[in-house]
Each structure stands twice: as structure tokens, then as C-alpha cells.
């Protein structure tokens, strides 16, 4: 299941990772274990923050692709599954079946 990983970092070990140098390559170190489709970094809610694309395929590889960010930053994570345009596509009678029954 495609899920998108939100990471907001405290700005204190951000920072702190900053001055010593250790954290663009704590960052890399996770991408490079998670292999995520795509990854952008920002600033959200006055904090280092990112958006993580993860096609995960078994809910037991959320430890896997949570903890690292906990652990070595200090970080909060929030997994929200999220759907490709094809996704979305093939959802198509699901959703149709449910207005049906629902609407």
C-alpha cells in the first residue's frame, strides 16, 4: 500500500544535527534503507519537516520506516495512505457502488 510518511523534526535536534554535521547524512542513511518513490523536504508548522512517498507492502515495514526518523532525530511521524491517479481509477466502481448505497 502507497503511504505518504510525514516527518516534522524539533527545531532543537535539527538544529543540533545541523552543528554537528550529522544531519543531511542521517537523512540520506534512511532514504537509502527505505527506497522511497519520492521525498521533498520543507518547513511546516515552524519545524524541518518531510513529505515521504512509501509503497509499503506489508503493514509490518511501518516499524522499519518510522523508528529511524524517531530514533536518530528525534522526530513525529504520520503514515496516511495515499493513491496514485490509477489508484483512483480502478477505485472508480467502489466509489460509484457507494454513492449508489450511501448517497
Known amino acids: 500500500m502507497r503511504v505518504l510518511l510525514t516527518v516534522?523534526?524539533?527545531?532543537?535536534?535539527?538544529?543540533?544535527?545541523?552543528?554537528?554535521?550529522?544531519?543531511a547524512k542521517t537523512i540520506q542513511s534512511i532514504l537509502d534503507?527505505?527506497?522511497?518513490?519520492?521525498?521533498?523536504f520543507l518547513a511546516a508548522n515552524?519545524?524541518?519537516?518531510?513529505?515521504?512517498i512509501l509503497d509499503l507492502k506489508d503493514p509490518s515495514q511501518i516499524p522499519a520506516v518510522t523508528e529511524p526518523w524517531m530514533l536518530t532525530l528525534n522526530a513525529s511521524v504520520a503514515l496516511q495512505p495515499v493513491m496514485t491517479p490509477e489508484d483512483l481509477a480502478k477505485a472508480g466502481p467502489a466509489i460509484e457502488q457507494a454513492v449508489k448505497k450511501y448517497g
Open 33 to 40: 534503507e527505505t527506497k522511497p518513490e519520492a521525498a521533498y
Open 46 to 52: 515552524g519545524k524541518r519537516s518531510g513529505l515521504i
Open 8 to 23: 516534522e523534526l524539533p527545531v532543537e535536534s535539527a538544529n543540533a544535527a545541523i552543528k554537528d554535521g550529522s544531519l
